[in-house]
C-alpha cells in the first residue's frame, strides 16, 4: 500500500460507529436511542427461531459491525442431519398430497408477512452481513416477488400437460409433475433472506420439503424466513434447518439429498456436483462472476456513472452479479470516469440500522483480506487508484472505501480472479468487437450490462455476451427482477437457473402416462408384419403432411 493510501480517515469523514463517508458529506449519526445489536437479538427471539433446529453442539454468529457475538446457536452433527431428513421425509408425503392452490396460497400469505413486518428482517440482515438497508430491502423485494409469482404461476407450472401421442387421437399422452422429495440446500452469507427461503419457495410449492444449511454467521435470517413461512402455513416438518461448519454439515446435505440447490463459489460448486453426481441426484449451481459492463460511445454518461455505482458497490461488492470489470469506449472515458468518480468518492458508509448509508461493511477478515490484497498487488504492479482503496477501521473492522483501478493488467490477480467486494477495474475500447471480445474473456458467464441511447443495439450486444443475464442501462436488478424469466451462469458460473419455469421444474421428475386406444402399437386388425409396417409408413407421411409436431 502507498503512502497515498494510508488508513487516516478522509478529511471531512465522521469516523463514529453510526455513519462515516468517503467524501464530504457525513452520514447523519443515528439518532439517540436507536436499535442496537442486543434490542434486535434477543435471548427470547434467539430460543423461538431456533426451537426446531437439530443441533447437538453449540456455535455462534457475529455482526461486521463490529465483529461481536450475535447469538449462541444450536450446531448439526452427521447424526443431526440424518434427524433432520428423516423428520423431513415423514413430513413430505402430506404436503404433496396438499393441493397445489393450497399450497400456492401459503407463498401469497407469507408475501404479506414479508412486507408487513419487514423492519424486523431487514434488521436481521443488516445485523448479520453487515450492508446497508436500501440492499437489505432489495432481499426483501426479491422475496416478495418470488413469492407472489410461484404464488400465482404453480398452479399452471405444475398442471398436467396434454401432448401429441406416437398416433394422433390413438395415443393419449399426459405430462405429470411430480416432486423429487426432499430437497437438499445449501445458502451463501451474502444474500441470506433471498438465497434461502428466496430458493426454497418454488421447491415447497411444488410439494418438495427442504432441509436447509444456511450459513451460519447469517443463520437468524433463514431461521426468521422459517418461521414466517410456518406462520403462513407451511408445516413445520416440511422446512428444516441445520447448522455448521460448511465442510462437515455440506457434505451431510448433499449425500442425503434427492435433489441439491446450491450457491457459492465456483471450486466449492464443482465438489458438491461430484457428490450429486455420484448419487445421480440433479443439482443447481449458481457460483461465481467477473461481470463487465460495456459503456458505448452513445450511452447517457450521467445514467451509466450512477449505474456504475449501484452495479459495482451494492451489498459491498459482495453480489454474484455485481460488476467487477468496466469496459468504456475511448471517446468518453474521461468524461465517464470524472462522473464515476465523483459518485464514488461521495458514497456514504455507516452502521446504522436506518436508511442512509450508500454502502456497508465486507462480512468478515476473509473478504477484507482477499479485497485490500488485490488493490494492493495492482497498485505494486502499475495500476492507478482512481477513488478508495482504502479501509475504514474507523467506522468498523471489515470496511473498506468503494475502489476504482485504472491501468488494470491482464496479470493482475484483481483483473481475473472474483473479487467479490467494492473494488472495480477500468478499461477503454475501441469498438464494439472488441468490447464483446474482451466482455467475454473469461472463464465465467453470470451477468453483464450494456450502456447505450440505442435500445436495438443494446439488445444486439446483449445476445453476443456469453453471460445468463444481461441488462441494458441497468447493472444487474432489471433481469434478477424478472422473476418469469431464468437466471443463471453460463461456463464456470453455474448449472440450471432460478426463476421462470426452471426455477420450479427443476424441483419435479416428470413422468409421462401414454393410454393406447383402439388398437396397439402392433399388427392389428388381420395385419401381419408387412402390412403393419406399410400402414404405419403411410401414416408418419400424413402426419408431417398434416405439420403433426
Given amino acids: 500500500m502507498t503512502d497515498s493510501q494510508a488508513t487516516a ?29 442486543a434490542d434486535v437479538v434477543t435471548p427470547e427471539l434467539v430460543a423461538q427461531l431456533t426451537r426446531d433446529v437439530v443441533g447437538s453442539g453449540r456455535t455462534a454468529n457475529h455482526t461486521p459491525f463490529t465483529g461481536e457475538k450475535l447469538a449462541d446457536l444450536p450446531e448439526s452433527t452427521p447424526a443431526d442431519v440424518e434427524e433432520a431428513f428423516a423428520r423431513a421425509r415423514a413430513a413430505q408425503p402430506v404436503w404433496a398430497a396438499t393441493p397445489v392452490r393450497q399450497r400456492a396460497a401459503v407463498l401469497l400469505r407469507f408475501h404479506d408477512l414479508v412486507l408487513a413486518r419487514q423492519a424486523e428482517v431487514l434488521d436481521l440482515i443488516q445485523l448479520e452481513t453487515g450492508k446497508a438497508r436500501l440492499h437489505a430491502h432489495e432481499e426483501v423485494q426479491a422475496v416478495a416477488v ?48 433471498e438465497l434461502s427461503v428466496g430458493d426454497a419457495l418454488p421447491a415447497f410449492v411444488a410439494g418438495n420439503a427442504v432441509v436447509m444449511k444456511p450459513d451460519t454467521e447469517t ?27 460448511g465442510p462437515v454439515v455440506g457434505p451431510e446435505v448433499v449425500k442425503r439429498a434427492d435433489y441439491v440447490s446450491f450457491t457459492g463459489s465456483t471450486r ?39 449505474g456504475a455505482v449501484r452495479g459495482c458497490f451494492s451489498t459491498a461488492g459482495q453480489l454474484c452479479i455485481s460488476i467487477e470489470r468496466l ?33 456497508g461493511s465486507l462480512a468478515g477478515a476473509r473478504q477484507l483480506e482477499v479485497v485490500a490484497r488485490h488493490v494492493e498487488e495492482a497498485v505494486k504492479q ?55 471480445e474482451l466482455a467475454n474473456s473469461t472463464p465465467y458467464g453470470l451477468n453483464s450490462s450494456v450502456w447505450t441511447k440505442d435500445g436495438r443495439r443494446g439488445r444486439r450486444i446483449a445476445a453476443r455476451l456469453r453471460s445468463g443475464t444481461v441488462n441494458v442501462n441497468e447493472g444487474y436488478a432489471s433481469a434478477y427482477g424478472s422473476v418469469q424469466s431464468p437466471m443463471g451462469g453460463m461456463k464456470d458460473s453455474g448449472l440450471g437457473r432460478r426463476h421462470g419455469s426452471e426455477g420450479i421444474l427443476k424441483y419435479t421428475e416428470p413422468q409421462t402416462v401414454a393410454h393406447q386406444r383402439i388398437m396397439p402399437m402392433a399388427p392389428a386388425f388381420g395385419m401381419d408384419d408387412e402390412k403393419y409396417a406399410a400402414f404405419m409408413s403411410r401414416s408418419l407421411r400424413v402426419m408431417k403432411a398434416l405439420r403433426l409436431r
Avoid at 472515458?333 to 446504522?352: I, N, Q
Fill in 327 to 359: 469496459y468504456v469506449h475511448e471517446s468518453v472515458a474521461d468524461a465517464f470516469v470524472e462522473r464515476f468518480a465523483a459518485r464514488t468518492k461521495a458514497m456514504r458508509l455507516g452502521t446504522s440500522l436506518a436508511y442512509g448509508a450508500d454502502m
Fill in 9 to 37: 480517515p478522509t478529511p471531512g469523514a465522521t469516523p463514529d460507529t453510526t455513519g462515516a463517508t468517503v467524501g464530504t458529506n457525513p452520514l447523519a449519526p443515528a439518532p439517540a436511542g436507536a436499535r442496537t445489536a
Fill in 219 to 245: 443463520a437468524l435470517t433463514a431461521l426468521w424466513a422459517r418461521d414466517l413461512l410456518i406462520e403462513a402455513g407451511l408445516p413445520a416438518g416440511v422446512f428444516q434447518v441445520v447448522l455448521g461448519d
Fill in 382 to 436: 502499475g495500476a492507478k487508484v482512481v477513488a478508495g482503496g482504502v479501509a475504514r477501521p474507523d467506522i468498523g473492522p471489515y470496511f473498506y472505501e468503494p475502489t476504482i483501478l485504472d491501468g488494470v493488467e491482464a496479470s493482475m490477480a484483481v483483473c481475473s480472479e472474483e473479487t467479490f467486494g467494492p473494488v472495480v477495474s477500468l478499461y477503454r475500447f475501441k469498438d464494439e468487437d472488441e468490447a464483446v
Fill in 146 to 193: 418470488a413469492a407472489r409469482h410461484y404464488g400465482r404461476k404453480a398452479p399452471s407450472y405444475l398442471r398436467p400437460k396434454g401432448h401429441t401421442g406416437a398416433v394422433p387421437t390413438l395415443t393419449k399422452v399426459t405430462e405429470l409433475r411430480h416432486p423429487r422429495g426432499v430437497i437438499g440446500q445449501i445458502a451463501p452469507w451474502n444474500y441470506p433472506l
Fill in 268 to 306: 466449492t460448486g464443482r465438489e458438491v456436483a461430484q457428490g450429486a453426481a455420484a448419487r445421480l441426484v440433479g443439482v443447481s449451481l449458481e457460483l461465481g462472476g467477473k461481470n463487465a459492463m460495456l459503456v458505448l460511445h452513445d450511452a447517457d454518461i450521467e445514467k451509466a456513472a450512477a
